[in-house]
């Protein structure tokens, strides 16, 4: 005989009919199971979208901070040349002007007058052809010769301006750098020498009030000597 097809479910009091239990179970589960899936999937891409924002972000954070950092780099090296230019031009005047106003005993006095308006200077003085401080503005307390000092035999050697390199003032106790302008005679030999000291540590205060927590600055000088540090200038001398 054909097979027979199963009963239709019994109708309840409403006249809906019931279908088996197992059933409403199985469609309640597959419910469950698509919506927890669907909450999986929504979490992994909120979270995806969060940690590439965080990145975004920090990149961006990043950015900032090395732009700062190279602006406060370029006003410390802008700083510091303005004043090497600035003391050049003066040690060049002071050169050019009337010999007498640097000639013992009233000198001291002269650069002293100078020096007071230079507040980036520690000192002015000036040395013979062999090295020896003649004139101070500040007064040394002993007799100094500067004759093998690195700087002053490269300053006889080319024949025009330098800076010595990065060192602690014996005298002030301050970071400084000898500016020296070698005066030439009729030979073209260096007759004597005008010397500014300049202080490192007035320009670096003008600099690091700009600087962000942990940031460093150093600066370079065209041989790798390094010339200025910013902040805790002594390790580097």
Not at 105 to 115: I, M, R, S
Not at 121 to 128: G, I, Q, S, T
Not at 213 to 225: A, F, I, K, N, Y
């Amino acid at each position: 005989p054909p097979p027979q097809n199963p009963p239709p479910p019994p109708e309840n009091s409403t006249g809906q009919r019931d279908f088996p239990q197992r059933m409403r179970v199985r469609a309640s589960g597959s419910l469950r199971g698509r919506l927890l899936a669907f909450l999986a999937v929504l979490f992994v891409v909120l979270f995806g979208a969060v940690a590439a924002y965080r990145a975004i972000a920090l990149e961006h954070d990043r950015e900032e901070s090395a732009e700062r950092a190279m602006n406060v780099a370029r006003g410390f090296a802008h700083a510091y040349e303005l004043q090497v230019g600035e003391t050049q031009r003066l040690l060049e005047v002071l050169a050019a002007g009337p010999a007498e106003s640097l000639r013992p005993p009233g000198c001291e006095t002269y650069l002293a007058k100078v020096l007071s308006r230079y507040p980036q200077l520690r000192n002015l003085f000036w040395a013979d052809a062999g090295g020896i401080i003649r004139c101070a503005a500040a007064p040394l307390g002993a007799p100094v010769n500067l004759g093998e000092r690195p700087g002053l035999r490269r300053a006889r050697e080319s024949k025009t301006f330098v800076l010595t390199a990065m060192h602690r003032s014996s005298i002030s106790g301050h970071m400084v750098v000898a500016a020296i302008l070698p005066v030439l005679d009729g030979a073209g030999q260096a007759s004597w020498f005008l010397l500014a000291v300049m202080d490192l540590d007035w320009i670096s205060r003008q600099v690091a009030e700009k600087l962000a927590p942990g940031m460093v600055v150093r600066l370079v000088d065209q041989e790798g000597t390094i010339v200025m540090r910013q902040p805790n200038p002594e390790c580097c001398v």
